[in-house]
Each structure stands twice: as structure tokens, then as C-alpha cells.
């Protein structure tokens, strides 16, 4: 069975910082990774989707990168701002149905 | 712009009340999702449609029905809610199951039971 692990669970950064944002996953046998951004109260915005075929994604300050072989996927956050605090997710897929399963994500608050 | 739409955004219902949320789809994607998360936890799969064909969790309660008239709309019935029910619901499409695409989520609904 699929397990999704994020550390750490909760972040604290002043604006500005470059941070790093970790999930790892035991079943190597993934087709993609997902990172999803969730603000309080509202649904999932999806971030990045990397393909296991594909090393990293990049989207404007965002890039995720994914280690197949060691299980990992780390999503990189360049020059944080206030409006990037938000709750992070990564999932992957899993069963019949491509049902995601999720990290406990990483809530991260950027002060300014 | 295609997206994913879920009404009512926030539902109050009383313990024992059938109550019913809608799920809607402009990017005609063959499968439609609902997740459950409750609070500071992560999103739960509650079953799936692929097309007209209906598959639930092993886990799903008896209590979490579902229907899909059409490949846009989607619902998820809760015959009896309880106090444990309160929760977001997710609503979430996808091209296909063979898990090369992406899921695409809805803003969710809140459910909250008194």
C-alpha cells in the first residue's frame, strides 16, 4: 500500500527565504506526482504535475523535482512572499481508479 | 474557462437529514471523483466514476451514496448524516484512470452537521 510522507508539517519563514518543501513516497512505481496548494477553507489548486518520466516542473517561482528510484519529490519555493502561506500537498496516484493518495502536507506561513 | 464546480459552496444540514451536493465539469473528463477531508487531515477517497461505471471504497460507508446523470454533472448523496460527517467535500475530474493525467479539483464544499 501506497504511504505519502511530507516533512516538515508546518513551516515558518520570513519573506524572502528560498525554501525547500519535502514528500516521499514508499512505492516507486509512480506515473506522476502531483503538489497541490490549499488555502484554509477552500479546495485544491493544483501546483505542478511531474510525470515519472520527467525529472522536474517549474511554474514561476515554483519547481518540483522527483526522484523515482529514491522515492522523493521536493518542491522548491523561490523568494517567498506572505501570499504564498498556504497549506502544501503532494499526491500520487495509485489503484484501478488513479485514486490519489496524499501527504499530511506542509502548512507554511511566510511573515512579512 | 474549464473548470470544476461544486454547489453549494457551504451546507448546513441537521443530524439525520438527507442533504445532496452537486459537482459539475466543463472539461468533459471521462472520470469524476469525491474526496472527504476533515479537519488537518488529508483528502480521503470516497469512490469514483469512470463514465457511468460506479466504484467504491472498501471503506465507504453504506451512509455515502453517489449519481451521474451525465458526463458534466456529479452528486453525492448522504442518506443519514452524522456528527462525523462534517467535513469539506472534494469534488475532482481526470481525463482518464491510466494515471499519466492529472486531477483537477473543485473548491469544495463544507458540510457541516447540527
Known amino acids: 500500500k501506497q504511504e505519502v510522507t511530507q516533512i516538515p508539517a508546518a513551516l515558518s519563514v520570513p519573506e524572502g527565504e528560498n525554501l525547500v518543501l519535502n514528500c516521499s513516497f514508499t512505492?516507486?512505481?509512480?506515473?506522476?506526482l502531483q503538489w497541490f496548494r490549499q488555502d484554509p477553507g477552500k479546495g485544491l489548486t493544483s501546483l505542478l504535475l511531474?510525470?515519472?518520466?520527467?525529472r522536474e516542473q517549474t511554474s514561476g517561482r515554483l519547481n518540483a523535482s522527483l526522484d523515482k528510484s529514491s522515492g522523493r519529490s521536493t518542491l522548491y519555493i523561490a523568494a517567498s512572499q506572505p501570499g504564498d502561506s498556504a497549506t502544501y500537498l503532494c499526491?500520487?496516484?495509485?489503484?484501478?481508479?488513479?485514486?490519489?493518495?496524499f501527504g499530511g502536507g506542509t502548512r507554511l506561513m511566510v511573515k512579512p | 474557462d474549464a473548470m470544476v464546480i461544486q454547489n453549494p459552496r457551504y451546507q448546513v444540514t441537521q443530524f439525520g437529514k438527507p442533504v445532496t451536493l452537486s459537482c459539475s465539469q466543463t472539461?468533459?473528463?471521462?472520470?469524476m471523483y469525491w474526496y472527504q477531508q476533515k479537519s488537518s487531515q488529508a483528502p480521503k477517497l470516497l469512490f469514483h466514476?469512470?463514465?457511468?461505471?460506479?466504484?467504491n471504497e472498501a471503506d465507504t460507508p453504506d451512509n455515502f451514496q453517489s449519481r451521474r446523470p451525465n458526463t458534466s454533472f456529479c452528486f453525492l448523496d448522504i442518506r443519514s448524516p452524522g456528527l462525523g460527517d462534517a467535513a469539506m467535500y472534494l469534488c475532482?475530474?481526470?481525463?482518464?484512470?491510466?494515471?499519466?493525467?492529472?486531477?483537477?479539483f473543485g473548491p469544495g464544499t463544507r458540510l457541516t452537521v447540527l
Open positions: 475532482a475530474t481526470s481525463r482518464e484512470t491510466s494515471g499519466s493525467f492529472g486531477q483537477f
Open positions: 512505492d516507486s512505481a509512480i506515473y506522476n
Open positions: 466514476y469512470y463514465d457511468k461505471d460506479f466504484n
Open positions: 499526491a500520487v496516484p495509485s489503484g484501478a481508479g488513479n485514486m490519489l493518495t
Open positions: 472539461l468533459n473528463h471521462n472520470v
Open positions: 511531474i510525470q515519472s518520466s520527467q
